[in-house]
């Protein structure tokens, strides 16, 4: 990796500084750890035990402290900022899942955001502390089946627990920046917060419940058909890497000190890579022979978003951000990943990092030249 200058990327602002990724044992979070630890981060995880048989994170076998633990215990992570005094913080730790949230509301509403709150609270109080990014969803929005892309002012909401509760961090977010993390605060604690809401990631690694590449895999592993709920849902698709590249280069600017970038940014895949929940199944269908599926609706299905965008112009244009891989790239590289994960007992996520390194280099990604 040394090769690729792994270290000087993002201006080399993550070499040597000590980060902590909240949730660091689930699918985002392992992928951004091994990424931050190539940019030769001082990485502490702090989450729950891995909740899936493989784990991701347990397959990466990470050279990074990881600490388990739970957000909605306040003293225990403010226990863990103090004696790590981290430089930045990055906010994953969640219950990720709009079905399983109907199945435990409460559990939801009590991690994603009064998680939230512990999590800030313990950074506002932490002298290391210059930035912090909080991951929510592009399901924070007030999904009113728009054709049009969400733009990062249009209004908070949410029909099922888990994207009520995402916007909800939202709000929390905008009024710890507001009361709390800004010059003319009473305390002074000047702190850079910015939330990033990202769509639909596929990528490696992904064994989680109700979510459509794994639920594929699964099937396919066992000899078995998939079962597909709402092929004509669209979401905006991306693999992993796309927005993990934008919360990092994100962290860059907060963690240089620009003001402008604490904000909330949309960090989705461009329009033309937004496909159907039944043109996404079919590509992995095509690109893995012997997976297969059916349609079937439920009588009594649980509420579930047909539409969802995200407008990522402000993403585009201020942060200079975009997208490296569309959405085929991306089912290839996550269906491959998957074979050579149960074919060969090969975890290739460092090397799918290299190739989007590699890709975005080529395509001149302000991250990459910076």
Request: aromatic letters at 8%; hydrophobic letters at 35%.
């Amino acid at each position: 990796m040394e090769g690729l200058g792994m270290k000087t990327l993002f201006g080399g602002i993550y070499d040597k500084k000590r980060v902590l990724v909240t949730g660091h044992t689930g699918f985002k979070g392992s992928w951004l750890s091994l990424w931050l630890n190539e940019l030769g981060a001082e990485v502490t995880g702090y989450a729950l035990p891995p909740d899936t048989s493989p784990s991701h994170y347990e397959l990466l076998g990470l050279p990074v402290e990881s600490l388990i633990g739970d957000v909605r215990d306040p003293e225990a992570f403010a226990g863990v900022m103090e004696r790590r005094q981290p430089e930045i913080v990055f906010h994953l730790a969640a219950q990720p899942l709009v079905r399983r949230s109907y199945k435990i509301p409460r559990e939801t509403f009590e991690t994603n955001i009064m998680g939230t709150v512990n999590v800030l609270e313990a950074c506002r109080k932490t002298a290391s502390v210059t930035a912090i990014i909080n991951v929510t969803s592009d399901k924070c929005y007030e999904n009113r089946e728009w054709a049009r892309g969400y733009k990062e002012n249009d209004a908070m909401g949410g029909f099922d627990p888990y994207s009520a509760s995402k916007g909800c961090s939202e709000l929390i977010t905008g009024a710890y920046r507001k009361s709390f993390f800004t010059s003319d605060c009473p305390d002074d604690r000047r702190i850079l917060l910015a939330s990033a809401r990202a769509g639909n990631v596929i990528g490696g690694g992904d064994w989680a419940e109700d979510r459509l590449v794994p639920d594929l895999i699964r099937a396919l592993a066992n000899r078995e058909k998939a079962i597909i709920r709402n092929p004509n849902a669209t979401r905006p698709w991306q693999h992993i890497l796309e927005p993990l590249s934008g919360y990092l280069q994100l962290g860059q600017m907060l963690l240089q000190g620009n003001a402008v970038y604490a904000d909330s940014w949309n960090l989705g895949p461009k329009d033309e890579t937004e496909v159907t929940v039944g043109e996404l199944a079919e590509r992995c269908r095509n690109c893995c022979p012997g997976m297969d599926y059916e349609v079937r609706q439920c009588e009594k299905a649980l509420h579930e978003a047909d539409s969802l965008k995200l407008d990522c112009s402000k993403a585009n244009t201020k942060l200079r951000w975009k997208g490296v891989w569309d959405s085929s790239t991306a089912v290839d590289k996550t269906v491959k990943w998957y074979g050579d994960y149960y074919d060969k007992g090969i975890v290739n996520s460092m090397n799918d990092i290299a190739q989007y390194v590699a890709d975005a280099e080529k395509d001149g990604i302000e991250w990459v030249k910076n």
